[in-house]
């Protein structure tokens, strides 16, 4: 059974780099049937999606992240990951790595979640 | 951006009772629309995709309908277990475009 498992700082202070990674085990990121992305849950509040990528590379982001996110996958290591730039206390929140299924090609959604990992963004 | 509005925010049913709960779109997403159930502490988990097809494992009672703007779920003869926040969202753009309505809070009466 296809797990997904994130790993994060915990902590970081205002302006640096978030670095997440979401380690897949039970399956490959390989698979030409999934893509893999991000989706952050701020502290009692709703979800947003941030970005998904594909084993080929190609990337999509939210717009209103694009401009300080970068996602990568290393399909040696069978994992992905996320770097969010100059971050705030807004970012603060549990990131998720999520498994994208789909429809059909341009429709995708998502049907496996990690158990997330909680961010918080302070000096 | 399409935006998605769920009702009501909260909602409160007995064991065994029916629970509907709705979710809407801005604009016309066809049937590319999943439901998503959080339960306290836990990470979301899909409950429906295409509108009504059930996710692997989910119980017959959680049925998803509608198309275009207007969406249900219902949980028919509520559980305990069923406690939980849902989500909608809709996934109809490409280049993707994910967005997610705000949630409904499930409670038992």
């Known amino acids: 059974q296809l797990q997904l498992q994130e790993a994060g700082p915990g902590l970081v202070k205002p302006s640096e780099t978030l670095p997440l990674t979401c380690v897949v085990s039970?399956?490959?990121?390989?698979?030409?049937?999934?893509?893999w992305g991000w989706v952050r849950q701020p502290p009692g509040k709703g979800l947003e999606w941030i970005a998904s990528?594909?084993?080929?590379?190609?990337?999509y982001y939210s717009p209103s992240l694009k401009s300080r996110v970068t996602i990568s996958a290393d399909t040696s290591k069978n994992r992905f990951s996320l770097n969010l730039r100059s971050v705030t206390a807004e970012d603060t929140a549990v990131y998720y790595c999520?498994?994208?299924?789909?429809?059909?090609?341009?429709?995708?959604?998502?049907?496996?979640w990690g158990r997330g990992t909680l961010v918080t963004v302070s000096s | 951006e399409i935006v998605m509005t769920q009702s009501p925010d909260t909602l409160s049913v007995s064991p065994g009772e029916r629970a509907t709960l709705s979710c809407r779109a801005s604009?016309?997403?066809?049937?590319?629309l999943a439901w998503y159930q959080q339960r306290p502490g836990q990470a979301p988990r899909l409950l429906i995709y295409?509108?009504?097809t059930r996710a692997t494992g989910i119980p017959a009672r959680f049925r998803g309908s509608g198309s275009g703007t207007e969406f249900t779920l219902t949980i028919s003869s509520l559980q305990s277990e069923d406690l939980a926040i849902y989500y909608c969202?809709?996934?109809?753009?490409?280049?993707?475009?994910?967005?997610f309505g705000q949630g409904t809070k499930l409670e038992i009466k």
């Open positions: 295409g509108a009504s």
């Open positions: 969202q809709q996934y109809n753009n490409w280049p993707p475009r994910y967005t």
């Open positions: 604009q016309s997403v066809s049937s590319n």
């Open positions: 999520v498994r994208l299924a789909y429809t059909d090609w341009s429709h995708w959604y998502f049907d496996l």
């Open positions: 039970g399956g490959s990121i390989s698979s030409s049937d999934y893509y």
């Open positions: 990528i594909y084993y080929s590379g190609s990337s």
